[in-house]
T-cell receptor
Framework: DQQVKQNSPSLSVQEGRISILNCDYT??????FLWYKKYPAEGPTFLIS?????DKNEDGRFTVFLNKSAKHLSLHIVPSQPGDSAVYFC??????????FGKGTKLTVNP | DTGVSQDPRHKITKRGQNVTFRCDPI?????LYWYRQTLGQGPEFLTY????????KSRLLSDRFSAERPKGSFSTLEIQRTEQGDSAMYLC????????????FGPGTRLTVT
């Protein structure tokens, strides 16, 4: 039972354009969500989070949108930079302290 | 401000051997988590501690796995009688209790069981 789904294994965008990474969840008990970025051979790096009582959170080039009725969230990166190339994981949490992660989306930003 | 550290970064062991990993969390964080990540998957929760108390264990944590956090600071994860299926990246994370629930990860320990 996959509670967090990232249906796009990969995404390729041009430098300077917008990157949109999507995530769907099934567990209604989640009350917060986080996005992590991961480079090869490193641990995940926290990017941005959102509480379920909000529908948007912004931090610099990164914005996360949450649509609770659709059980969907997205991460927007504007403008995209080559250094953003990494695997991005969406995670949900709530009730328990553990995070439940999706399988990740590999973002490639082309110069 | 040092982040989460893990030791060793890589471990190669033969099937049937025991291995132990160490995690040092961010100093002011009272929560410590262990996750496992295999190829093509996201991190999967194994267990977590608040201070020295182990508060939750995943069913992934078979009886060959044991984790400790004896003084509420560093933690160890031991795998006894390793199997090839234990090959994975073992990740440690730490956080403060309560909102905003952000967990900060270490670089991981890559285990290869031959």
């Amino acid at each position: 039972d996959q509670q967090v789904k990232q249906n796009s294994p990969s995404l390729s965008v041009q430098e300077g354009r917008i990157s949109i990474l999507n995530c769907d969840y099934t567990n209604s008990m989640f009350d917060y969500f986080l996005w992590y970025k991961k480079y090869p051979a490193e641990g995940p790096t926290f990017l941005i989070s959102i509480s379920s009582i909000k529908d948007k959170n912004e931090d610099g080039r990164f914005t996360v949108f949450l649509n609770k009725s659709a059980k969907h969230l997205s991460l927007h990166i504007v403008p995209s930079q080559p250094g953003d190339s990494a695997v991005y994981f969406c995670a949900g949490g709530g009730g328990s302290e553990k995070l439940v992660f999706g399988k990740g989306t590999k973002l490639t930003v082309n110069p | 401000d040092t982040g989460v550290s893990q030791d060793p970064r890589h471990k190669i062991t033969k099937r049937g051997q025991n291995v132990t990993f160490r995690c040092d969390p961010i100093s002011e964080h009272n929560r410590l988590y262990w996750y496992r990540q295999t190829l093509g998957q996201g991190p999967e929760f194994l267990t977590y501690f608040q201070n020295e108390a182990q508060l939750e264990k995943s069913r992934l944590l078979s009886d060959r796995f044991s984790a400790e956090r004896p003084k509420g600071s560093f933690s160890t994860l031991e795998i006894q009688r390793t199997e090839q299926g234990d090959s994975a990246m073992y990740l440690c994370a730490s956080s403060l209790a309560g909102y905003p629930y952000e967990q900060y990860f270490g670089p991981g320990t890559r285990l290869t069981v031959t």
